[in-house]
């Protein structure tokens, strides 16, 4: 009888540390937290897997929410020696293509381009917003 106790204690015990696991892991913050309306237009990653990945993200954004643009940067993918940058447009261009090579989009797009997020090889976050320019 002792032993069925210890038996359903630590199994009870077990089952609740699992629980508390899975609804920490499902209940971690995303994108879709985010306020402003973030939707993905074009990505390019390099086939390299040995050597620095590059990763290039083209995003719309209905508004200018400056720190939810450097927060969904962050949550793009990352590897260590590689660099993520990610572009935010203002206009939803269907026909925008990336390249591996500055300035990774056609020049046309530029004045579309309202803010540029980067992740260094190192870890390091730089944010750039570039000035309203009117048609």
């Not at 210890?6 to 994108?31: D, E, K, N, R």
């Not at 026909?95 to 390091?124: N, T, W």
């Amino acid at each position: 009888m002792k032993t069925n106790y210890w038996f359903y204690l630590i199994a009870a015990a077990v089952g609740i540390l699992m629980a508390v696991m899975v609804y920490a892991s499902l209940s971690q913050p995303g994108v879709s937290d985010l306020k402003g309306d973030y939707r993905e237009l074009a990505k390019y990653r390099n086939e390299n897997n040995t050597g620095p990945v590059v990763r290039v993200f083209a995003v719309y954004t209905s508004d200018r929410l400056w720190e939810d643009m450097r927060a969904y940067g962050n949550f793009m993918p990352h590897t260590k020696y590689g660099n993520t940058r990610v572009f935010f447009f203002d206009q939803d261009l269907k026909d925008i293509r990336l390249s591996p090579e500055p300035p990774h989009f056609d020049p046309e797009f530029r004045k579309s381009c309202v803010a540029k997020y980067e992740k260094s090889a190192m870890g390091q976050v730089s944010f750039q917003q570039f000035p309203f320019e009117s048609p």
